[in-house]
Protein backbone atom coordinates (compact mmCIF):
# COMPACT_ATOMS: atom_id res chain seq x y z
CA UNK A 1 0.00 0.00 0.00
CA UNK A 2 1.10 3.51 -0.86
CA UNK A 3 2.02 5.94 1.56
CA UNK A 4 -0.68 8.21 0.05
CA UNK A 5 -2.79 5.95 0.51
CA UNK A 6 -2.59 5.36 4.24
CA UNK A 7 -4.78 6.47 6.86
CA UNK A 8 -2.17 9.04 8.04
CA UNK A 9 -1.76 10.52 4.80
CA UNK A 10 -5.07 10.70 4.39
CA UNK A 11 -6.06 12.48 7.32
CA UNK A 12 -3.04 15.01 7.53
CA UNK A 13 -4.22 16.11 4.04
CA UNK A 14 -7.96 16.01 4.22
CA UNK A 15 -9.37 19.73 3.48
CA UNK A 16 -11.82 19.12 6.25
CA UNK A 17 -9.37 17.97 8.87
CA UNK A 18 -10.21 20.61 11.05
CA UNK A 19 -13.20 21.65 10.78
CA UNK A 20 -14.06 17.51 11.75
CA UNK A 21 -12.04 18.12 14.88
CA UNK A 22 -13.62 21.09 15.74
CA UNK A 23 -16.37 19.51 15.23
CA UNK A 24 -15.52 16.45 17.19
CA UNK A 25 -14.24 18.06 20.78
CA UNK A 26 -17.61 20.68 20.20
CA UNK A 27 -19.78 17.48 20.92
CA UNK A 28 -16.87 15.66 23.18
CA UNK A 29 -17.79 18.95 25.38
CA UNK A 30 -21.99 18.27 24.74
CA UNK A 31 -21.62 14.85 25.54
CA UNK A 32 -19.73 15.90 28.69
CA UNK A 33 -22.18 18.85 29.67
CA UNK A 34 -24.92 16.16 29.55
CA UNK A 35 -23.56 13.13 31.68
CA UNK A 36 -21.11 14.74 33.88
CA UNK A 37 -21.53 16.76 37.17
CA UNK A 38 -20.32 20.60 37.18
CA UNK A 39 -17.13 20.91 38.00
CA UNK A 40 -15.21 22.63 40.25
CA UNK A 41 -11.94 25.48 39.48
CA UNK A 42 -9.10 23.16 38.96
CA UNK A 43 -6.76 22.53 42.13
CA UNK A 44 -4.18 25.20 42.87
CA UNK A 45 -6.03 28.59 41.23
CA UNK A 46 -4.54 31.54 41.55
CA UNK A 47 -6.29 34.09 44.15
CA UNK A 48 -6.17 36.66 42.03
CA UNK A 49 -8.39 34.88 39.56
CA UNK A 50 -10.41 32.94 41.36
CA UNK A 51 -11.14 35.49 43.89
CA UNK A 52 -12.09 38.10 41.24
CA UNK A 53 -13.85 36.55 38.26
CA UNK A 54 -16.62 34.55 38.45
CA UNK A 55 -19.15 33.29 36.06
CA UNK A 56 -22.33 31.12 35.60
CA UNK A 57 -21.36 27.45 35.30
CA UNK A 58 -22.58 27.63 32.02
CA UNK A 59 -21.22 30.56 30.39
CA UNK A 60 -17.66 29.22 32.18
CA UNK A 61 -18.02 25.83 30.52
CA UNK A 62 -18.32 27.10 27.18
CA UNK A 63 -16.10 30.29 27.69
CA UNK A 64 -13.71 27.71 28.47
CA UNK A 65 -14.17 25.87 25.21
CA UNK A 66 -13.85 29.80 23.37
CA UNK A 67 -10.99 30.83 24.74
CA UNK A 68 -9.08 27.17 23.48
CA UNK A 69 -10.33 27.56 20.37
CA UNK A 70 -8.63 31.27 19.91
CA UNK A 71 -5.96 29.70 21.22
CA UNK A 72 -5.92 26.90 18.32
CA UNK A 73 -6.39 30.05 15.74
CA UNK A 74 -3.39 31.76 17.54
CA UNK A 75 -1.23 28.52 16.51
CA UNK A 76 -2.57 29.16 13.24
CA UNK A 77 -1.18 32.60 13.32
CA UNK A 78 1.94 31.65 14.78
CA UNK A 79 2.62 28.50 12.15
CA UNK A 80 1.93 30.78 9.30
CA UNK A 81 4.30 33.65 10.35
CA UNK A 82 7.70 31.23 10.83
CA UNK A 83 6.41 27.99 8.68
CA UNK A 84 6.76 25.62 11.69
CA UNK A 85 5.41 22.74 9.55
CA UNK A 86 6.13 23.71 6.14
CA UNK A 87 3.50 21.67 4.36
CA UNK A 88 -0.10 22.05 6.32
CA UNK A 89 -0.29 25.35 8.14
CA UNK A 90 -3.37 24.63 10.17
CA UNK A 91 -2.62 20.69 10.93
CA UNK A 92 -0.97 21.72 14.79
CA UNK A 93 -4.66 23.34 15.28
CA UNK A 94 -6.40 19.95 14.57
CA UNK A 95 -4.09 18.38 16.79
CA UNK A 96 -4.63 20.78 19.50
CA UNK A 97 -8.33 20.26 19.04
CA UNK A 98 -7.90 16.48 19.39
CA UNK A 99 -5.77 17.18 22.52
CA UNK A 100 -8.70 18.98 24.03
CA UNK A 101 -11.16 16.45 23.76
CA UNK A 102 -9.25 14.26 26.02
CA UNK A 103 -8.59 17.26 28.88
CA UNK A 104 -9.57 16.25 32.68
CA UNK A 105 -12.94 17.08 32.91
CA UNK A 106 -11.46 19.75 35.64
CA UNK A 107 -10.30 21.61 32.95
CA UNK A 108 -13.20 22.12 30.50
CA UNK A 109 -14.52 25.60 32.38
CA UNK A 110 -13.11 28.34 32.07
CA UNK A 111 -10.24 28.85 34.11
CA UNK A 112 -6.47 30.42 34.61
CA UNK A 113 -4.48 28.31 32.75
CA UNK A 114 -6.32 29.12 29.48
CA UNK A 115 -6.03 33.01 30.13
CA UNK A 116 -2.01 31.66 30.22
CA UNK A 117 -2.16 29.94 27.62
CA UNK A 118 -3.60 32.58 25.06
CA UNK A 119 -0.53 34.65 26.69
CA UNK A 120 2.02 32.09 26.16
CA UNK A 121 0.93 31.47 22.47
CA UNK A 122 1.31 35.31 22.20
CA UNK A 123 4.77 35.38 23.45
CA UNK A 124 5.54 32.72 21.41
CA UNK A 125 4.78 34.95 18.38
CA UNK A 126 7.12 37.93 19.50
CA UNK A 127 9.74 35.54 20.64
CA UNK A 128 9.95 34.24 17.53
CA UNK A 129 9.60 37.53 15.59
CA UNK A 130 13.04 38.84 17.39
CA UNK A 131 15.14 36.23 15.27
CA UNK A 132 18.13 37.83 14.53
CA UNK A 133 15.98 41.04 14.44
CA UNK A 134 17.48 44.43 14.01
CA UNK A 135 14.55 45.32 16.22
CA UNK A 136 14.87 42.30 18.24
CA UNK A 137 14.44 44.19 22.03
CA UNK A 138 11.02 45.49 20.87
CA UNK A 139 9.35 42.09 20.27
CA UNK A 140 11.36 40.98 23.87
CA UNK A 141 9.72 43.54 25.13
CA UNK A 142 6.05 42.87 23.73
CA UNK A 143 7.27 39.11 24.45
CA UNK A 144 8.11 39.48 28.31
CA UNK A 145 4.82 41.42 28.67
CA UNK A 146 2.70 38.64 27.17
CA UNK A 147 4.61 36.76 29.73
CA UNK A 148 3.57 39.45 32.32
CA UNK A 149 -0.33 38.69 32.04
CA UNK A 150 0.26 34.70 31.62
CA UNK A 151 2.01 35.43 35.42
CA UNK A 152 -1.06 37.24 36.37
CA UNK A 153 -3.16 34.78 35.53
CA UNK A 154 -0.75 31.33 37.05
CA UNK A 155 1.65 33.02 38.64
CA UNK A 156 4.15 29.89 38.56
CA UNK A 157 4.67 31.05 35.12
CA UNK A 158 7.28 33.42 36.34
CA UNK A 159 9.56 29.77 37.21
CA UNK A 160 9.93 29.51 33.35
CA UNK A 161 11.24 33.04 32.70
CA UNK A 162 14.73 31.85 31.92
CA UNK A 163 13.30 30.07 28.91
CA UNK A 164 12.46 33.57 27.82
CA UNK A 165 16.09 34.51 27.67
CA UNK A 166 17.23 31.21 26.40
CA UNK A 167 15.12 31.29 23.70
CA UNK A 168 16.54 34.70 22.92
CA UNK A 169 19.83 33.81 23.23
CA UNK A 170 19.15 30.74 20.45
CA UNK A 171 17.76 32.97 18.57
CA UNK A 172 20.58 35.39 18.61
CA UNK A 173 18.34 38.35 19.93
CA UNK A 174 19.90 38.53 23.35
CA UNK A 175 21.64 41.35 24.36
CA UNK A 176 22.09 43.78 27.13
CA UNK A 177 19.23 46.29 25.87
CA UNK A 178 16.94 42.97 25.05
CA UNK A 179 17.68 41.62 28.53
CA UNK A 180 16.62 45.01 30.41
CA UNK A 181 13.44 45.24 27.77
CA UNK A 182 12.42 41.76 28.69
CA UNK A 183 12.29 42.84 32.31
CA UNK A 184 10.67 46.18 31.50
CA UNK A 185 8.06 44.10 29.67
CA UNK A 186 7.53 41.42 32.21
CA UNK A 187 6.61 44.26 34.99
CA UNK A 188 3.95 46.04 32.87
CA UNK A 189 1.06 43.82 33.52
CA UNK A 190 2.11 44.49 37.77
CA UNK A 191 2.79 47.56 37.04
CA UNK A 192 -1.13 48.50 35.83
CA UNK A 193 -2.03 46.17 38.51
CA UNK A 194 -0.39 48.11 40.92
CA UNK A 195 -2.24 51.40 39.53
CA UNK A 196 -5.49 49.46 40.03
CA UNK A 197 -4.92 47.83 43.56
CA UNK A 198 -3.58 51.62 44.73
CA UNK A 199 -7.09 53.34 43.26
CA UNK A 200 -9.13 51.08 44.70
CA UNK A 201 -7.21 50.52 47.90
CA UNK A 202 -7.21 46.91 47.40
CA UNK A 203 -3.34 46.67 47.67
CA UNK A 204 -4.14 43.05 48.78
CA UNK A 205 -4.70 42.14 44.92
CA UNK A 206 -1.46 43.52 43.96
CA UNK A 207 0.03 41.31 46.35
CA UNK A 208 -1.63 38.21 45.57
CA UNK A 209 0.19 36.86 42.62
CA UNK A 210 3.39 37.29 44.98
CA UNK A 211 1.71 35.31 47.33
CA UNK A 212 0.78 32.25 45.02
CA UNK A 213 4.65 32.34 43.27
CA UNK A 214 5.95 31.55 46.97
CA UNK A 215 3.32 28.78 47.55
CA UNK A 216 5.04 25.06 47.32
CA UNK A 217 2.79 21.75 47.24
CA UNK A 218 4.15 18.71 48.52
CA UNK A 219 6.74 17.20 45.66
CA UNK A 220 5.03 14.24 43.54
CA UNK A 221 1.56 14.52 45.45
CA UNK A 222 -1.30 15.88 44.43
CA UNK A 223 -1.76 13.45 40.85
CA UNK A 224 -5.51 12.32 40.22
CA UNK A 225 -6.23 9.77 37.76
CA UNK A 226 -7.54 12.09 34.98
CA UNK A 227 -4.76 14.41 35.64
CA UNK A 228 -1.87 11.68 35.60
CA UNK A 229 -3.47 10.09 32.27
CA UNK A 230 -3.53 13.18 30.40
CA UNK A 231 0.09 13.95 31.32
CA UNK A 232 1.73 10.95 30.39
CA UNK A 233 -0.32 10.55 27.02
CA UNK A 234 1.27 14.05 26.23
CA UNK A 235 4.91 12.95 27.45
CA UNK A 236 4.40 9.69 25.34
CA UNK A 237 3.42 12.08 22.34
CA UNK A 238 6.06 14.52 23.43
CA UNK A 239 8.92 11.37 23.34
CA UNK A 240 8.30 10.29 20.19
CA UNK A 241 7.57 13.78 18.19
CA UNK A 242 11.23 14.95 19.60
CA UNK A 243 13.04 11.83 19.06
CA UNK A 244 11.98 12.04 15.58
CA UNK A 245 12.67 16.08 14.86
CA UNK A 246 16.22 15.00 16.41
CA UNK A 247 16.84 12.14 14.27
CA UNK A 248 15.60 14.06 10.99
CA UNK A 249 15.36 17.51 12.00
CA UNK A 250 18.26 18.52 9.48
CA UNK A 251 15.68 18.00 6.88
CA UNK A 252 14.40 21.53 8.19
CA UNK A 253 15.63 24.91 7.81
CA UNK A 254 18.26 26.07 10.71
CA UNK A 255 15.51 28.60 11.88
CA UNK A 256 12.57 26.34 11.79
CA UNK A 257 14.76 23.90 13.82
CA UNK A 258 15.97 26.62 16.19
CA UNK A 259 12.49 27.43 16.92
CA UNK A 260 11.45 23.51 17.54
CA UNK A 261 14.09 22.61 19.68
CA UNK A 262 12.97 26.05 22.19
CA UNK A 263 9.19 23.90 22.11
CA UNK A 264 10.67 20.34 22.66
CA UNK A 265 12.84 21.81 25.99
CA UNK A 266 9.86 24.73 27.26
CA UNK A 267 7.39 21.36 27.02
CA UNK A 268 9.78 19.00 28.77
CA UNK A 269 10.57 22.19 31.58
CA UNK A 270 6.62 22.65 31.80
CA UNK A 271 6.43 18.53 32.43
CA UNK A 272 8.97 18.45 34.88
CA UNK A 273 7.46 21.28 36.56
CA UNK A 274 4.17 19.05 37.04
CA UNK A 275 5.79 16.24 38.11
CA UNK A 276 7.24 18.40 41.24
CA UNK A 277 4.23 20.50 41.67
CA UNK A 278 1.20 18.79 40.59
CA UNK A 279 -1.48 21.14 41.70
CA UNK A 280 -0.28 24.26 40.19
CA UNK A 281 1.38 21.66 37.06
CA UNK A 282 -2.47 21.33 36.27
CA UNK A 283 -3.08 24.84 35.37
CA UNK A 284 0.37 24.46 33.00
CA UNK A 285 -1.11 21.77 31.16
CA UNK A 286 -2.53 24.00 28.11
CA UNK A 287 0.94 25.17 27.67
CA UNK A 288 2.12 22.29 27.62
CA UNK A 289 -0.82 20.73 25.03
CA UNK A 290 0.05 23.77 23.11
CA UNK A 291 3.77 22.97 22.62
CA UNK A 292 3.36 19.25 22.24
CA UNK A 293 0.42 20.25 19.47
CA UNK A 294 3.20 21.57 17.22
CA UNK A 295 5.47 19.01 17.65
CA UNK A 296 3.37 16.59 17.06
CA UNK A 297 1.75 18.55 13.92
CA UNK A 298 5.40 18.22 12.95
CA UNK A 299 5.86 15.10 13.11
CA UNK A 300 2.84 13.58 11.77
CA UNK A 301 2.50 15.95 8.88
CA UNK A 302 6.25 14.58 7.80
CA UNK A 303 6.70 11.30 9.01
CA UNK A 304 6.18 8.76 6.40
CA UNK A 305 5.79 4.65 6.53
CA UNK A 306 4.11 2.05 8.15
CA UNK A 307 5.28 2.65 11.83
CA UNK A 308 4.62 6.51 11.32
CA UNK A 309 0.75 5.67 10.22
CA UNK A 310 0.71 2.75 13.11
CA UNK A 311 1.75 5.32 15.84
CA UNK A 312 -0.99 8.11 14.32
CA UNK A 313 -3.94 5.47 14.36
CA UNK A 314 -3.02 4.80 18.24
CA UNK A 315 -2.46 8.33 19.31
CA UNK A 316 -6.02 9.08 17.89
CA UNK A 317 -7.12 5.90 19.91
CA UNK A 318 -5.62 6.99 23.23
CA UNK A 319 -7.55 10.53 22.40
CA UNK A 320 -10.54 8.88 22.77
CA UNK A 321 -9.40 6.17 25.24
CA UNK A 322 -8.81 9.13 27.27
CA UNK A 323 -11.91 11.10 26.88
CA UNK A 324 -14.30 8.06 27.55
CA UNK A 325 -12.30 6.67 30.72
CA UNK A 326 -12.93 10.29 31.89
CA UNK A 327 -16.28 10.66 31.20
CA UNK A 328 -17.37 6.93 32.73
CA UNK A 329 -15.36 7.27 35.70
CA UNK A 330 -16.91 10.55 36.83
CA UNK A 331 -20.75 10.00 35.53
Known sequence: MSAKKRFQARVVAGRYTLPAALLIVFACRLLAQAVL????????????????????????????????????????VLNNAFALIRIRASFQTAVWFALLAAFPPALYALHAGDAAA??????????FGSYRHPSAPSFLFAA??????GCLAVPQLVFFLPFLWIGAWMFQSLSLRGFLATLLGWALPYWFLLGHAYWHGQMDLFLAPFR????????????????????????VLWAVAAGRFFA????????????????????????????????YG????????????????????LG?????NAFFILA?????ALYLWNVWRLS
Open 37 to 76: PVQGRPAGEGSLWAGHVSLPPALAYWGGFLAQALAGCLLI
Open 118 to 127: LAFVCALYFL
Open 144 to 149: AACWGV
Open 212 to 235: DMARVAPPFRGFDAPMAGMLGYLF
Open 248 to 279: KGYEDKIRTRNYLRFLVWMALAFFFYAVLQPP
Open 282 to 301: ALLMPLSAACVSVLAGHLFV
Open 304 to 308: HGRMA
Open 316 to 320: LAGVF
